[in-house]
């Protein structure tokens, strides 16, 4: 039997926190359910503890990687990690068939690809950018390069230096594949809550966006980062002129580049990088033979 530790980070999720709670502990290879409440500003920690669920508390918000940190800290020493949004709801039973794999030995981490069809709720310039860097260093062609639902093999996870923030799963990606592991998706049929096509939702994805850049700069160095970005911006373009009628052809471009333009600007370097020194790039690593 695998000893595996769901790890759950939430924050602002008392709506949801106790059906994912509830629905991983019926996931027979799961023995202890964590949840890290993030500084959350509602119930999330009561609703999580009602559940069953051991409940680590965090004075102030740290971002999702700080999150899971302290839930790795907390765990002991498992057989495998599996980490687990809060907000995906009784669809988490699920979970068993990501653990699988990494549990039988197959894999080293397993990454979840939500079966069903989503409609999209952003532009594609993250995971478009995220796909193409994880393509270029790694080889893997992956579907959702940005999923946070995923099982890790204990050691592996317990080496890794987390990214900051939004930029966990990319930094996880590349980290892991960097020590050889063996990294596939597996499709389920996980459900969880999309953010919309608003301000708000917006401002999320470009925080998102920000941090997966920070993560792959750290990792793969300035230039390729660049250059990633630059052609996942132009393939977005490209991706927007097919099918559009000649006569329309050029307004429907102009569109693509000005929205393009916009999110990508977003996700530009900031001006101070002093929160980037605590970061090690895989390149400086491999130089020193670590």
Same mark, same amino acid.
């Given at each position: 039997?695998t000893?595996?530790v769901?790890?759950v980070?939430a924050?602002d999720?008392?709506d949801t926190v106790?059906?994912?709670?509830t629905?991983?502990?019926?996931?027979?290879?799961v023995l202890d359910?964590i949840?890290?409440?993030?500084g959350?500003r509602d119930?999330?920690a009561?609703?999580?503890?009602a559940a069953?669920?051991r409940?680590?508390?965090?004075?102030?918000?740290?971002?999702?990687?700080?999150a899971?940190a302290?839930?790795?800290?907390?765990s002991?020493?498992p057989?495998?990690?599996?980490?687990?949004d809060a907000d995906l709801?009784?669809?988490?039973?699920?979970?068993a068939?990501l653990?699988q794999?990494?549990?039988?030995?197959e894999?080293?981490?397993?990454?979840?690809?939500?079966?069903?069809a989503?409609s999209p @709720?952003?532009? /594609?310039l *993250?995971?478009?950018? #995220?796909?193409? %860097?994880?393509?270029?260093?790694? &080889?893997?062609?992956l579907?959702?390069?940005l999923s946070?639902?995923?099982a890790?093999?204990g050691?592996?996870?317990?080496?890794?230096?987390?990214?900051p923030?939004?930029?966990?799963e990319?930094?996880l990606?590349?980290?892991?594949?960097?020590?050889?592991?063996r990294?596939s998706?597996?499709?389920i049929?996980?459900?969880?809550r999309?953010?919309?096509?608003?301000l708000s939702g917006?401002?999320?994805?470009?925080?998102?966006?920000?941090?997966v850049?920070?993560a792959?700069?750290?990792?793969t160095?300035w230039p390729?980062?660049?250059?990633?970005?630059?052609? @996942?911006?132009a /393939?977005? *373009?490209?991706?927007? #002129?097919?099918? %559009?009628p000649?006569?329309d052809? &050029?307004?429907?471009l102009?569109?693509?580049?000005?929205?393009?333009?916009?999110?990508?600007?977003?996700?530009w370097?900031?001006r101070?990088?002093?929160?980037?020194?605590?970061w090690?790039?895989l390149?400086?690593?491999?130089a020193r033979g670590?």
């Open positions: 039997m000893h595996a769901a790890i980070p924050f999720r008392a106790g059906a994912t709670v629905a991983l502990r019926t996931v027979p290879d359910v949840v890290v409440d993030d959350s119930r999330t009561a609703a999580a503890a069953g669920a409940v680590i508390e965090l004075a102030r918000n740290r971002g999702k990687a700080a899971v302290a839930g790795v800290a907390a002991g020493a057989d495998v990690y599996l980490l687990i709801g009784g669809s988490a039973a699920l979970a068939d653990l794999p990494v549990g039988q030995g894999a080293d981490m397993t990454i979840a690809v939500f079966g069903g989503e @709720s952003g532009f /594609g *993250v995971k478009a950018f #995220a796909a193409r %860097v994880l393509r270029s260093e790694t &080889g893997l062609e579907a959702e390069p946070g639902q995923r890790v093999r050691p592996l996870m317990r080496s890794l230096q987390l990214a923030g939004f930029g966990l990319v930094g990606t590349l980290d892991a594949a960097d020590r050889g592991a990294i998706e597996v499709e049929g996980f459900s969880h999309q953010t919309g096509r608003d917006f401002a999320h994805r470009a925080r998102i966006g920000r941090h850049y920070l792959v700069v750290a990792r160095g390729k980062a660049v250059y990633s970005l630059a052609a @996942s911006l /393939g977005r *373009v490209i991706s927007a #002129a097919r099918g %559009v000649a006569r052809r &050029g307004q429907q102009g569109r693509a580049v000005r929205q393009s333009w916009q999110r990508a600007r977003q996700l370097p900031p101070s990088l002093r929160h980037l020194r605590s090690r790039s390149r400086r690593r491999r670590s």
